[in-house]
Every structure is written in C-alpha cells, then in structure tokens.
C-alpha cells in the first residue's frame, strides 16, 4: 500500500495550493481518506476526510470554507484544495487512509489519527505573509 502526496510548496497569505494524495494498492472506492497537517513544534492535526464510499466530507473548523477534499475515482487520487491560505497553515501535510464501514461511520472516525491504517510521507506547505 503506498499514499504519495504532491503538490505542496510556497504560497502567499491569501493564495491557495492544491495538494494530491495518489493511492495504490487499496480498494479506493472502499476508503476514507484523511489529511492531517502538523506544524513546527506541535501535534498533528486533523484538516479534513472524505469517505469514498458514501461521499461524506468533514473539515476542522480551522479549515472550514477554505479547504475542499475532493475524489478522483478513476486515478484514486484525493485532492485537497487550499484556498485563502494564511501563515498559520504552514505544516507538513500528510494524506491518511481507512477503510470504511459505511452506514455513516466515518462521522465518528475521522478525527483520529489511530483510526487511519495507512500513512502518507507527507508535503510541505508554507505560507508567506
């Protein structure tokens, strides 16, 4: 099983940045798929999850109305689109997966990293100000 992300570099405050998260040697359509971020000096964070089963979506409030995860089924690939970026988004960003149950379980996974079984390398972003 392999999650690579791509697409992390320099932004300014203000700008955006879409990252991808390509996954392999899983049965895409039956995983959620999780970014998490972790700055300098703290704890990573969830950012959002994107179940592709059912299409749920779910997003921190840090990111609420800035970020959307969306899902490439035919190149199993998860995207997160970053906009209206600020310094405090500056992280390395790492995709995560599980596989879901459905019925609407992913609502009470998602937020934790324990739950994820497979882990990106993560990517860095940094946001200029």
């Known amino acids: 099983v392999q999650l690579v992300e791509s697409g992390g570099g320099l932004a300014q405050t203000g700008g955006s940045l879409k990252l991808s998260c390509a996954a392999s040697g899983i049965n895409f359509d039956t995983y959620a798929i999780g970014w998490f971020r972790q700055a300098p000096g703290k704890e990573r964070e969830t950012v959002g999850c994107?179940?592709?089963?059912?299409?749920?979506?779910y997003y921190a409030d840090s990111v609420k109305g800035r970020f959307t995860i969306s899902s490439d089924k035919a190149e199993n690939r998860v995207h997160l689109q970053m906009e209206r970026l600020n310094p405090e988004d500056t992280a390395v960003y790492y995709c995560?997966?599980?596989?879901?149950?459905?019925?609407?379980?992913?609502?009470?996974?998602?937020?934790?990293?324990?739950?994820?079984?497979?882990w990106g390398q993560g990517t860095q972003v940094t946001v200029s100000s």
């Open positions: 995560a997966a599980f596989l879901d149950l459905g019925h609407g379980s992913s609502w009470t996974r998602w937020r934790y990293e324990s739950e994820y079984e497979y």
């Open positions: 994107l179940s592709n089963v059912d299409g749920s979506m």
